[in-house]
C-alpha cells in the first residue's frame, strides 16, 4: 500500500536521527579513491554514468581506475546494533550496490525499474545467502524479494528506510536469535516486514555474525550517489518498573480524584494491567509502582485508556485527561537516574467502550519499552483493503482525495492494465498525482461506514502541483481556476481511457485532455489539443514548475522536486529561469516520467 504502512497502535512512528556527516570522508574507514564527496549529481533516465557538480552534501561512487574491485566497498566507521537507517541514493541504468546491515546482511540496491517480475536480486530485495557445500546450482538460498517493485527511474533520488534488529547471543556466545528486518520502506512501500535471516547474506564482509557490525556499501559493481544519512541506534538502557501496588474503588468517578472515596479492593501484580478490574465501568483504580532510570536522560512517557486518567511522576502530572484507547497522549520529561515514583490514575463512567489501559516508555538510543500487560490492550482490529484492480482494461474511478493537505471533491483515479495510473481534478484540468504498480485503495470509501470517501494509490507515488498547466500572456501560473474560468465538458473514450473536455474562456478556446502511458511503459504521456483557437491572440506558456523546483538535465528533460521526477518537452525550448515553455502550434505534448 502507498504510504499506509499498517502500522501497529502502539508502534512508535518518529525517530531521533543522527545524521552521517557529507562534508568529507571521515565517516568511513579507509575508502578506495572511487569515493568522494561532491555537491550534486544528475543523470537522465538512459544514462549509464552521472554529470557532477563539486562541493559537499553527496557521496559519490564512481570508477576513477581500469575497473571497479571488492576493495571499492566503502566501511562506515560506525559500528550498530538494532538500527534503523534512512538514505536517499541514485542510481543511473543499469547499476548495481547493495547496503549492508553490520557489514553482513545485504539489501539490494539495483536498477530494477519497470521489472513486472522481481526476485531477491532486485532493488530492495534482501539478498541470498550462499553455500558452496550444497553443491553446484543449489548455493544461493534464503534470498527475500520485495512485496513489489517500488524502484523509480534511474537518474532519480529514491529513499529507502531500514529497521534492523541484530542477532542476540548467550553469554557463552551462542546465537539463540537471528537476525531480522523489521520493516524495509522503498520510496514510501512497506516492502519488507518481520523478515528473519538465518545467517549472513552472500558478500559479508566477516566470516561469523556478532553482536555488532559496520555499515557497509557495495561499491564494486558500479556507480551509485548517496546522500541525507541518517540513523538510530537502540543500545541505550531505558526505564523499567518495579511491582506494581493497586487500589480500587467502585464509584461514578467523573475525574480521576480520589478524594474521601473508599477502596474495595488492593493488591500487587507485576505489571500495569486494567483486567484486575471487575466493572466494566462506574470505577476508580489507582496504580503505584518504584520507576527506575538508568541514565539522566530525557524520557517520553505514551499513555492509551479508555475513559479518563491522569499519570504522574514523582507527583508531577505529566498525561491526563479523556480519551479513546486508540489516541496516542505523549509528554516527555527530564529524568535524573536512580529511582522515582509513578502513580497512573484511570476512571471509566460510561458503560460502552472496550476497557483498556497501556502505558510505554521511551529515550533516545533505545527502543520503547511496554509497562503493562499485553492483555491490557486491545488488538488492533485487522481491515481488509478494498483494492480497485486495473488488470484487463482501464479502469476509472470517482472519489474524494486528499492532496496537499487539502481535501479534493472532484476526482477521478484512471487506472491502465500498462501499471501506471494517474488522479485528476475535473474542477482544474490538473493532475494530482501519477504513480506505477498496483491501481488504488478504496478501503476508506467502504469500511465501516465509509464516511471520508477517500482512497489512494497503491503504488511508487509522485505528487504533482494540482495546477492547470497553461497560462496566458506569461501571467504567473495561479494557485486555482474558478468554474466559470475553466468550464468542465465531461468526457469521451478512446480505446477505453478518458479525454477530458473543457471551455476555457480566458483564451476563448476549447480544450482536449488525453494522458495515456508513454511509449516503453517510462511513464505517463499527455497531450492537450487546442480547439477553434483562431481567435487567440496572446501567448500561450506550459508552466512546468518554480524555477526552484527545476534541474535542467537536458535542454528538453527537466528534473523536478530535487529530482524526484522528469518532465520531457517535445522541442526543447524550455525557459529554465521562469520554469516555463511557449506553446506552439495547436497542442502541447509532455512526458512525465518517475
Same mark, same amino acid.
Given at each position: 500500500?502507498?504510504?499506509?504502512?499498517?502500522?501497529?497502535?502502539?508502534?512508535?512512528?518518529?525517530?531521533?536521527?543522527?545524521?552521517?556527516?557529507?562534508?568529507?570522508?571521515?565517516?568511513?574507514?579507509?575508502?578506495?579513491?572511487?569515493?568522494?564527496?561532491?555537491? %550534486?549529481? @544528475?543523470?537522465?533516465?538512459?544514462?549509464?554514468?552521472? /554529470?557532477? #557538480?563539486?562541493? +559537499?552534501? *553527496?557521496? $559519490? &561512487?564512481?570508477?576513477?581506475?581500469?575497473?571497479?574491485?571488492?576493495?571499492?566497498?566503502?566501511?562506515?566507521?560506525?559500528?550498530?546494533?538494532?538500527?534503523?537507517?534512512?538514505?536517499?541514493?541514485?542510481?543511473?541504468?543499469?547499476?548495481?550496490?547493495?547496503?549492508?546491515?553490520?557489514?553482513?546482511?545485504?539489501?539490494?540496491?539495483?536498477?530494477?525499474?519497470?521489472?513486472?517480475?522481481?526476485?531477491?536480486?532486485?532493488?530492495?530485495?534482501?539478498?541470498?545467502?550462499?553455500?558452496?557445500?550444497?553443491?553446484?546450482?543449489?548455493?544461493?538460498?534464503?534470498?527475500?524479494?520485495?512485496?513489489?517493485?517500488?524502484?523509480?527511474?534511474?537518474?532519480?533520488?529514491?529513499?529507502?528506510?531500514?529497521?534492523?534488529? %541484530?542477532? @542476540?547471543?548467550?553469554?557463552?556466545?551462542?546465537?539463540? /536469535?537471528? #537476525?531480522?528486518? +523489521?520493516? *524495509?520502506? $522503498? &520510496?514510501?512501500?512497506?516492502?519488507?516486514?518481520?523478515?528473519?535471516?538465518?545467517?549472513?547474506?552472500?558478500?559479508?564482509?566477516?566470516?561469523?555474525?556478532?553482536?555488532?557490525?559496520?555499515?557497509?556499501?557495495?561499491?564494486?559493481?558500479?556507480?551509485?550517489?548517496?546522500?541525507?544519512?541518517?540513523?538510530?541506534?537502540?543500545?541505550?538502557?531505558?526505564?523499567?518498573?518495579?511491582?506494581?501496588?493497586?487500589?480500587?474503588?467502585?464509584?461514578?468517578?467523573?475525574?480521576?480524584?480520589?478524594?474521601?472515596?473508599?477502596?474495595?479492593?488492593?493488591?500487587?501484580?507485576?505489571?500495569?494491567?486494567?483486567?484486575?478490574?471487575?466493572?466494566?465501568?462506574?470505577?476508580?483504580?489507582?496504580?503505584?509502582?518504584?520507576?527506575?532510570?538508568?541514565?539522566?536522560?530525557?524520557?517520553?512517557?505514551?499513555?492509551?485508556?479508555?475513559?479518563?486518567? *491522569?499519570?504522574?511522576?514523582?507527583?508531577?502530572?505529566?498525561?491526563?485527561?479523556?480519551?479513546?484507547?486508540?489516541?496516542?497522549?505523549?509528554?516527555?520529561?527530564?529524568?535524573?537516574?536512580?529511582?522515582?515514583?509513578?502513580?497512573?490514575?484511570?476512571?471509566?463512567?460510561?458503560?460502552?467502550?472496550?476497557?483498556?489501559?497501556?502505558?510505554?516508555?521511551?529515550?533516545?538510543?533505545?527502543?520503547?519499552?511496554?509497562?503493562?500487560?499485553?492483555?491490557?490492550?486491545?488488538?488492533?482490529?485487522?481491515?481488509?483493503?478494498?483494492?480497485?484492480?486495473?488488470?484487463?482494461?482501464?479502469?476509472?474511478?470517482?472519489?474524494?482525495?486528499?492532496?496537499?493537505?487539502?481535501?479534493?471533491?472532484?476526482?477521478?483515479?484512471?487506472?491502465?492494465?500498462?501499471?501506471?495510473?494517474?488522479?485528476?481534478?475535473?474542477?482544474?484540468?490538473?493532475?494530482?498525482?501519477?504513480?506505477?504498480?498496483?491501481?488504488?485503495?478504496?478501503?476508506?470509501?467502504?469500511?465501516?461506514?465509509?464516511?471520508?470517501?477517500?482512497?489512494?494509490?497503491?503504488?511508487?507515488?509522485?505528487?504533482?502541483?494540482?495546477?492547470?498547466?497553461?497560462?496566458?500572456?506569461?501571467?504567473?501560473?495561479?494557485?486555482?481556476?474558478?468554474?466559470?474560468?475553466?468550464?468542465?465538458?465531461?468526457?469521451?473514450?478512446?480505446?477505453?481511457?478518458?479525454?477530458?473536455?473543457?471551455?476555457?474562456?480566458?483564451?476563448?478556446?476549447?480544450?482536449?485532455?488525453?494522458?495515456?502511458?508513454?511509449?516503453?511503459?517510462?511513464?505517463?504521456?499527455?497531450?492537450?489539443?487546442?480547439?477553434?483557437?483562431?481567435?487567440?491572440?496572446?501567448?500561450?506558456?506550459?508552466?512546468?514548475?518554480?524555477?526552484?523546483?527545476?534541474?535542467?538535465?537536458?535542454?528538453?528533460?527537466?528534473?523536478?522536486?530535487?529530482?524526484?521526477?522528469?518532465?520531457?518537452?517535445?522541442?526543447?525550448?524550455?525557459?529554465?529561469?521562469?520554469?516555463?515553455?511557449?506553446?506552439?502550434?495547436?497542442?502541447?505534448?509532455?512526458?512525465?516520467?518517475?
Amino acid at each position: 500500500m502507498r504510504k499506509i504502512l499498517l502500522l501497529l497502535l502502539l508502534s512508535w512512528t518518529s525517530f531521533a536521527q543522527q545524521t552521517i556527516s557529507l562534508s568529507d570522508l571521515q565517516a568511513f574507514a579507509q575508502p578506495s579513491t572511487n569515493w568522494s564527496i561532491e555537491g %550534486a549529481v @544528475r543523470a537522465t533516465y538512459s544514462d549509464t554514468s552521472f /554529470q557532477v #557538480a563539486t562541493g +559537499k552534501g *553527496v557521496l $559519490l &561512487n564512481t570508477l576513477r581506475h581500469g575497473k571497479y574491485q571488492r576493495t571499492d566497498d566503502l566501511t562506515f566507521q560506525l559500528n550498530h546494533g538494532d538500527m534503523r537507517l534512512m538514505l536517499d541514493f541514485m542510481l543511473p541504468k543499469g547499476a548495481n550496490s547493495g547496503i549492508y546491515l553490520q557489514g553482513r546482511y545485504e539489501v539490494q540496491l539495483y536498477d530494477s525499474w519497470g521489472k513486472t517480475k522481481i526476485n531477491f536480486g532486485d532493488c530492495g530485495g534482501i539478498y541470498e545467502r550462499w553455500d558452496e557445500g550444497r553443491g553446484k546450482g543449489n548455493q544461493g538460498y534464503e534470498g527475500n524479494a520485495p512485496l513489489q517493485n517500488a524502484c523509480k527511474a534511474p537518474g532519480t533520488w529514491q529513499t529507502i528506510e531500514i529497521d534492523f534488529q %541484530a542477532p @542476540r547471543f548467550d553469554a557463552t556466545g551462542k546465537k539463540i /536469535q537471528n #537476525a531480522r528486518f +523489521k520493516k *524495509v520502506i $522503498l &520510496n514510501g512501500i512497506l516492502i519488507h516486514e518481520n523478515i528473519e535471516v538465518s545467517g549472513m547474506t552472500r558478500g559479508a564482509l566477516f566470516d561469523a555474525e556478532a553482536a555488532f557490525g559496520p555499515i557497509r556499501i557495495q561499491g564494486d559493481h558500479g556507480p551509485v550517489a548517496f546522500r541525507n544519512i541518517r540513523y538510530e541506534t537502540f543500545d541505550k538502557p531505558s526505564a523499567s518498573l518495579g511491582e506494581v501496588k493497586y487500589t480500587y474503588y467502585s464509584g461514578k468517578f467523573t475525574e480521576p480524584v480520589i478524594g474521601q472515596a473508599t477502596p474495595v479492593m488492593a493488591g500487587t501484580i507485576p505489571k500495569l494491567t486494567v483486567k484486575v478490574v471487575p466493572a466494566k465501568n462506574d470505577y476508580l483504580i489507582r496504580y503505584q509502582a518504584e520507576l527506575t532510570i538508568p541514565d539522566a536522560d530525557t524520557y517520553e512517557f505514551e499513555t492509551h485508556w479508555t475513559g479518563g486518567g *491522569v499519570l504522574k511522576v514523582d507527583g508531577k502530572e505529566l498525561n491526563q485527561g479523556a480519551h479513546w484507547y486508540s489516541d496516542k497522549v505523549t509528554h516527555s520529561i527530564y529524568l535524573a537516574a536512580g529511582k522515582h515514583q509513578l502513580e497512573l490514575i484511570h476512571i471509566k463512567d460510561f458503560p460502552w467502550g472496550p476497557q483498556a489501559l497501556g502505558l510505554l516508555v521511551k529515550r533516545v538510543g533505545s527502543h520503547p519499552v511496554i509497562l503493562h500487560d499485553r492483555k491490557s490492550m486491545i488488538d488492533p482490529e485487522a481491515v481488509g483493503i478494498v483494492e480497485v484492480k486495473a488488470n484487463a482494461e482501464p479502469v476509472m474511478q470517482r472519489s474524494f482525495a486528499f492532496h496537499l493537505g487539502k481535501k479534493k471533491t472532484h476526482v477521478i483515479h484512471v487506472g491502465d492494465p500498462s501499471g501506471v495510473h494517474y488522479s485528476y481534478d475535473l474542477k482544474q484540468g490538473a493532475l494530482l498525482q501519477v504513480w506505477r504498480g498496483p491501481f488504488l485503495n478504496a478501503t476508506q470509501m467502504w469500511h465501516d461506514r465509509g464516511e471520508p470517501q477517500t482512497s489512494e494509490p497503491l503504488g511508487v507515488t509522485v505528487v504533482l502541483d494540482g495546477r492547470f498547466p497553461l497560462t496566458l500572456d506569461h501571467q504567473a501560473q495561479p494557485d486555482s481556476l474558478n468554474a466559470t474560468e475553466l468550464v468542465y465538458k465531461g468526457y469521451k473514450l478512446e480505446q477505453g481511457r478518458p479525454v477530458f473536455m473543457y471551455d476555457w474562456t480566458a483564451a476563448k478556446m476549447q480544450l482536449e485532455d488525453r494522458i495515456v502511458p508513454a511509449a516503453n511503459n517510462i511513464g505517463l504521456k499527455r497531450t492537450i489539443t487546442f480547439k477553434n483557437s483562431s481567435s487567440l491572440q496572446s501567448a500561450l506558456d506550459f508552466s512546468i514548475a518554480s524555477p526552484k523546483q527545476i534541474a535542467a538535465v537536458n535542454a528538453s528533460l527537466v528534473g523536478l522536486k530535487d529530482q524526484s521526477y522528469f518532465v520531457q518537452t517535445t522541442g526543447g525550448g524550455v525557459d529554465f529561469s521562469v520554469g516555463r515553455q511557449a506553446v506552439q502550434g495547436t497542442s502541447l505534448t509532455y512526458q512525465i516520467i518517475w
